[in-house]
């Protein structure tokens, strides 16, 4: 193997760039030559890339976001962008594909396999962790940590003002930073679409716990961490359903992009680069029409349309510990009911 390249697609997410870096550093021992497409598939078709060498990937390893710059391309779904995309590889004579992205993104991988005759391997970059066949995704560590950082800032104010407040966090059909950073932040509830269904029902459900840990605790804050378009009118009109309903102000606060930004934490730089390393030596060993990702610690190969057919499920004992053993309120409402 002499040529290999490399594109960032879809959302950005924090350790990017550590995997970038990873992929060159293993496939210059190796003495192969990387290339990396700018603004994904966009940048495959468009031919828009440049050589990558240990010289251009140096200090990228701490720093957020994608040197390959990303986008979202939806032409690419047609035939004769595939075509093109395929004439683009050949022409440069790579042997191998690495894509780093989300299930859209590998989506779009597969539909390349159809017209390119040569290896495709994708990585799992994307901080709603919501990629089946992989324990953690890159970029997942980083977005809760900027969660809690935020929902932490936000009981200091609740705090002083008896507050009700909603922390809007990403994960539009996951709910995996939400659960995580609930339960690190000690929230008082979360409203994930794992488990919110009927929102009649739930706004009940809200308001009664609220009603019992405010006669256990008296008037103090109240947090509750919600995922992004997850309530009919979004964040800000349940806020004002619920200053309504309880009398005590409720206010949002809708962290957004702020969550794909940042520095990756430790464990985000370690799993990128893992897999970043582990992917150029797949490569070289033949595999392909894969995705490369860690489970219990070790490395694992996933069949590439697993990561979309199957659904990776909420770990359910965090589910328990957030909805019931840390809870006050469920412990009291438990309590009443036996």
């Not at 490399?6 to 997410?13: E, F, I, K, M, W």
């Not at 870096?21 to 190796?30: D, F, G, S």
């Not at 006669?215 to 309530?231: M, Q």
């Not at 520095?263 to 060993?285: C, H």
Request: with cysteine; hydrophobic share 40%; net charge negative.
């Amino acid at each position: 193997m002499k040529r290999i390249a490399v594109l960032t697609s879809g959302g950005d997410a924090p350790g990017m760039n550590a995997c970038i870096r990873a992929i060159v550093l293993t496939a210059e021992h190796y003495n192969i030559e990387v290339f990396g497409y700018r603004h994904g598939y966009n940048g495959l078709l468009n031919q828009e890339y440049k050589p990558l060498d240990r010289d251009k990937i140096a200090n990228i390893l701490q720093a957020g976001g994608t040197v390959l710059r990303s986008a979202r391309c939806l032409e690419f779904k047609s035939e004769a962008s595939a075509q093109k995309a395929a004439a683009n590889l050949d022409e440069l004579n790579i042997e191998a594909l690495l894509v780093i992205g989300g299930d859209g993104s590998f989506r779009g991988a597969h539909h390349l396999s159809q017209y390119w005759d040569k290896q495709i391997i994708g990585l799992p970059g994307t901080i709603d962790n919501d990629i089946w066949g992989t324990d953690a995704t890159i970029g997942y560590f980083t977005a809760i940590e900027t969660a809690l950082d935020s929902i932490d800032k936000v009981r200091d104010t609740a705090d002083a003002f008896e507050r009700i407040f909603l922390v809007e966090v990403m994960g539009r059909h996951a709910g995996f930073i939400g659960l995580s950073a609930a339960v690190s932040a000690g929230a008082d509830q979360v409203l994930l679409p794992e488990l919110i269904k009927d929102s009649t029902s739930a706004l009940q459900s809200i308001l009664y716990h609220i009603q019992t840990a405010r006669k256990i605790k008296g008037n103090t804050s109240y947090i509750i961490v919600i995922t992004e378009n997850l309530w009919p009118g979004g964040v800000t009109a349940l806020s004002e359903v619920l200053t309504k309903e309880t009398g005590t102000d409720c206010r949002p606060v809708i962290l957004g992009h702020v969550q794909r930004g940042g520095s990756p934490v430790a464990q985000d730089r370690m799993l990128a680069t893992k897999l970043g390393a582990y992917a150029v030596e797949a490569a070289i060993a033949g595999k392909t029409h894969i995705m490369i990702g860690e489970s219990a610690h070790r490395v694992v190969e996933v069949p590439l349309e697993e990561t979309w057919s199957k659904t990776k499920e909420l770990d359910p004992y965090l589910v328990k510990i957030q909805s019931q053993l840390f809870d006050i309120a469920q412990g009291h409402i438990a309590q009443n009911l036996d």
